[in-house]
């Protein structure tokens, strides 16, 4: 069957179902249950008399009553697992097994939403019937996300009925590779991984070198703590990750590719090798796409997900088989890659623009985002926030659209939303930095991020409070780049863990009047001097909040004090009596009895025993441990 009839044929037949019920089989709603849900979902309609297929089928012609799929990721992970009902235009929150008696009786059966399932809006508190009502999905704009979500990621035929693959056949059936090249040049797509360099340049560098064989690497091998984007991309339309593999391939003129992704990422590992195995059955990857006798195959291989093969030099050393570390530049992988041959190695998400970008023309692209940083781009939304979970919208977009529109606001330790609640954002991860209230109205796109320390990275978003320790949140980061360092170079090897030793000792009181200039210098130095990308960046997180927030680091320097009360060395626990209640929780809690007090009396403790390890503060329901 033509391709173009295959999907024309899946959305006939798909036409005579009634109903289209999806859930949410993302990483995380699966974690939550989603699958249970399904089951009960399909054996409870079952009860009913109701049929809900789980395939669609060409031959049937039939009206049905409904078809049951799973999707990929839909983003709202916080309110997981979700479940959309369709046309009804229903999103169901938190659903679990117990729900779906009354999602099959009041919704299936007679066409009523359950309201108790529904999103309740953050400020009037109306029930949101479904995306459109609500402001996490309503204020985005998802382009690369449209399909996640929405379509059965396992099933090539319904990518093939959105147009599938049609910008693939077109750059091999109607454009030169210098064509391709020249429109993602002129689309100004630039790479969504790390510094944001233009895809189109780099394709071309890799276009004009000599020999016939080049590779395509995709790079998912996304290792930044609170990041997911690309792994919600190949689990949720892994197929638009292929599809501009093939389109690069046509660019540079290469004939094999690699997915890099890591092991953690089981599901996508999982999606991503079956939309290649059903694309090599259609003919779409092998030896002659759309007759034209150019081949191209994809391999995908697991990372054993060490942070630094996020580097392209030290991925390739992992795809060959040793030990990824990375190499001097130049040469640039564009030139002398994989084998020693010409490789292009892009992020997911820049790969599955890629399509969108020949299908809609490079000048639509740019209509969207900044002139220098046109398109969307996709954030994980965590940390003290009302809605956390996957975001879209255009370039230039502010951190206060994002923190309060999109995310509904931040969040305080009592998880309800705290109108001076916000402190600052890390942004990029570990390679990234601080924003702070200053920030909040600044167009974000790469070069203003960079303008100001920080950058877009991988796209990994997490707002802080005001009861946020900033040289905790620098010591977190340089922990992990400690962990995480390759150690090929000395900078980095031994800069980042002598840089954390200095963080150790501010936060645990041992600090000098040396240490914070030492701190900065060494950072300085390890920015300059380090052999990669991940080891120039590792900094970042320290030099940022030293900058923005350096009142707080000589607060735990000179005056031996945690403003945000969370270095525990540094407290010097005190217990409120008007707020004590005696429950005596804290004094089981204290490892060396230095609480006394009697039950149902506000407790005392004894400086003189007292160690300050903070358990009684943790212990403390009614915050009555002040660590003054």
């Known amino acids: 069957m033509e391709l173009q009839a295959m999907g024309e044929a899946y959305g006939k037949s798909s036409k005579h179902f009634r109903r289209r019920v999806v859930i949410c089989a993302g990483t995380g709603c699966m974690a939550n249950g989603a699958m249970k849900v399904f089951e ?5 309609a079952g009860d009913h008399g109701i049929s809900l297929d789980i395939e669609l089928d060409f031959e049937e012609t039939r009206d049905r009553d409904g078809l049951l799929t799973k999707s990929g990721c839909q983003g709202f992970c916080q309110m997981g697992p979700l479940l959309s009902i369709e046309p009804d235009g229903i999103l169901y929150c938190k659903v679990r097994p117990t729900d779906v008696a009354e999602i099959v009786s009041q919704t299936l059966l007679d066409g009523k939403a359950v309201e108790r399932l529904l999103y309740p809006h953050p400020t009037t508190g109306k029930p949101c019937r479904g995306r459109h009502e609500i402001p996490f999905y309503a204020l985005q704009q998802r382009t690369v996300l449209k399909s996640c979500g929405s379509l059965d990621p396992e099933d090539i035929r319904e990518y093939l009925s959105q147009g599938g693959y049609r910008s693939a056949a077109k750059a091999y059936l109607e454009m030169q590779p210098d064509a391709v090249c020249g429109e993602i040049l002129a689309s100004g797509l630039r790479g969504r991984g790390g510094g944001g360099f233009p895809t189109g340049r780099k394709w071309e560098m890799a276009r004009v070198q000599p020999g016939p064989k080049k590779y395509i690497v995709c790079n998912g091998d996304e290792g930044d703590p609170g990041a997911f984007m690309d792994r919600s991309v190949m689990e949720g339309n892994p197929h638009a990750v292929i599809e501009g593999m093939m389109i690069a391939a046509r660019a540079i003129g290469a004939d094999e590719g690699y997915v890099y992704v ?31 006798g150019m081949g191209f195959r994809v391999h995908v291989m697991e990372g054993a997900g060490a942070f630094v ?26 030139q002398c890659g994989l084998f020693g041959k010409p490789t292009i190695i892009n992020n997911v998400e820049t790969l599955a623009s890629v399509p969108l970008i020949l299908a809609q023309g490079a000048a639509a692209f740019k209509e969207t985002g900044t002139p220098a940083s046109p398109g969307t781009k996709t954030f994980a939304l965590t940390g003290h926030v009302a809605n956390t979970g996957l975001i879209e919208v255009p370039f230039g977009t502010s951190l206060r659209h994002i923190v309060y529109e999109v995310g509904g606001g931040v969040t305080g330790k009592d998880g309800r939303i705290s109108e001076a609640g916000f402190k600052a954002v890390q942004i990029g991860g570990p390679s990234g930095g601080c924003l702070t209230r200053e920030h909040l109205d600044l167009p974000m796109d790469f070069d203003n991020l960079t303008s100001i320390g920080a950058m877009v990275g991988s796209g990994g978003l997490v707002v802080m409070n005001q009861e946020t320790c900033m040289v905790q949140v620098a010591k977190f980061f340089m922990q992990f780049t400690q962990n995480e360092s390759c150690g090929k170079c000395v900078p ?20 000098t009047e040396e240490t914070l ?7 300085r130095n390890v920015k300059v001097g380090a052999l990669c990308g991940l080891g120039k960046t590792a900094p970042n997180p320290v030099l940022s ?28 626990p005190a217990i409120e009596a008007s707020l004590c209640k005696g429950c005596t929780l804290c004094a089981r809690k204290c490892p060396v009895g230095a609480i006394i ?24 329901k009614f915050n009555a441990i002040t660590g003054a």
Do not use: N, W
């Not at 009960?40 to 409870?44: H, N, S, T, V």
């Not at 093969?309 to 564009?334: D, H, N, V, W, Y």
């Not at 900058?547 to 004090?561: L, P, S, T």
């Open 40 to 44: 009960a979902l399909r054996k409870e």
């Open 262 to 292: 890591r092991a953690e990422y089981p599901l996508a590992v999982a999606r991503v090798r079956r939309a290649a195995a059903d694309a090599e059955k259609l003919g779409l990857l092998g030896d002659d796409l759309f007759g034209t």
């Open 309 to 334: 093969c996020g580097e392209e030099t030290a991925l390739l050393a992992s795809i060959e088989g040793q030990r990824g570390m990375p190499m001097p530049k130049p040469p640039f992988p564009a």
């Open 492 to 511: 980095c090897r031994e800069g980042t863990r002598q840089m954390l030793a200095l963080l150790d000792d501010i936060t645990e009181g041992r600090a």
């Open 517 to 523: 200039p030492l701190l900065e210098m060494l950072a």
């Open 545 to 572: 909040t030293l900058k923005h927030f350096r009142d707080e680091y000589e607060a735990h320097v000179h005056r031996k004090v945690c403003p945000s009360r969370v270095c525990k060395a540094l407290m010097t």
């Open 597 to 620: 007090g009697e039950r149902k009396t506000a407790h005392q403790i004894d400086p003189g025993k007292c160690i300050r390890c903070g358990a009684c503060v943790d212990a403390c």
